[in-house]
Nanobody, 123 residues
């Protein structure tokens, strides 16, 4: 198993930036593909971005691909999500997740989840 802990959330004005981190412990972080998801108030959890174990392959939801960047540092067992040009509709709890195998945008294909970190973008 791998344990995941998100950090870096907070309150930011619209147009601002935040960088989320997801620190892993337990089994070898570098063996997992990773993803970021979010769940806004009254909404279902949605896919944002995914990255392969090597970091060489990434892909994004259309809603964030020009504003968010996913990356990882396997030496530090850490996943990142750089979020720029934040909008009020980005307000949500943000989750990182891990899965064995290749990248995926499907929530149910991820085996391990963090507890989430709140991001609030005010207008």
């Amino acid at each position: 198993q791998v344990q995941l802990v998100e950090s870096g959330g907070g309150l930011v004005q619209a147009g601002g930036s935040l960088r989320l981190s997801c620190t892993a412990s337990g089994q070898t972080f570098s063996s997992y593909a990773m993803g970021w998801f979010r769940q806004g108030p009254g909404k279902e959890r949605e896919f944002l971005a995914a990255i392969a174990w090597s970091g060489r392959t990434t892909y994004y939801a259309d809603s964030v691909k020009d504003r968010f960047t996913i990356s990882r540092d396997n030496a530090k067992n850490t996943l990142y999500l750089q979020m720029n040009s934040l909008k009020p509709e980005d307000t949500a709890v943000y989750y990182c997740a891990a899965r064995s195998g290749s990248t995926s945008d499907t929530l149910t294909e991820y085996h391990f989840w963090g507890q989430g970190t709140q991001v609030t973008a005010s207008s």
